[in-house]
């Protein structure tokens, strides 16, 4: 699947954070900083994920649940892989890690803020099975539109 037999998911630990900033700061014009994915890991430390490629962390994934007092859902706060990674089915993976990591918490759905203009993800999440179900404007800092993607398990 990833084109290599040494691929794994683990938790996130503190001590994965460097390298975990390091595909960030690769991945995103606005990049979280080192506070805000140690509180993550900190609040939601059964969704928090990263890929291992022969021992080097080639990819994350920081999730949250979210109770709205009727329902609970997952929440994909971040997930990114390494520029010389991606295309591999690592990204793929750490969701339905992701997916199955939520649903044991008692979600019955995920949801995902994407950047309208990342087509790419957008697509990418689409395939996965998710569907954009409204827009916010000026989510980002920049202004930019976030669309709100949702998939639910099918139960």
């Not at 509180?39 to 990819?59: K, M």
């Not at 697509?123 to 202004?143: D, K, M, S």
């Amino acid at each position: 699947m990833a084109g290599t037999k040494k691929l794994h998911l683990r938790k996130a630990r503190i001590e994965d954070m460097a390298s975990i900033e390091i595909i960030e700061r690769e991945s995103f014009p606005d990049p979280w900083n080192q506070e805000t994915f140690l509180e993550a890991l900190a609040l939601y430390p059964s969704t928090c994920f990263i890929a291992e490629d022969d021992g080097r962390i080639v990819g994350f994934i920081a999730a949250g649940i979210e109770n709205t007092g009727v329902e609970q859902y997952g929440h994909i706060m971040n997930l990114a892989v390494s520029p010389e990674h991606r295309h591999r089915g690592i990204g793929r993976m750490l969701v339905r890690q992701i997916e199955q990591a939520c649903m044991l918490e008692g979600a019955t759905a995920v949801s995902l803020e994407v950047r309208e203009t990342n087509t790419i993800a957008r697509a990418f999440y689409h395939r996965l099975g998710y569907r954009q179900v409204l827009r916010i404007a000026e989510y980002y800092a920049n202004g930019e539109t976030a669309a709100v993607m949702m998939k639910w398990y099918r139960i």
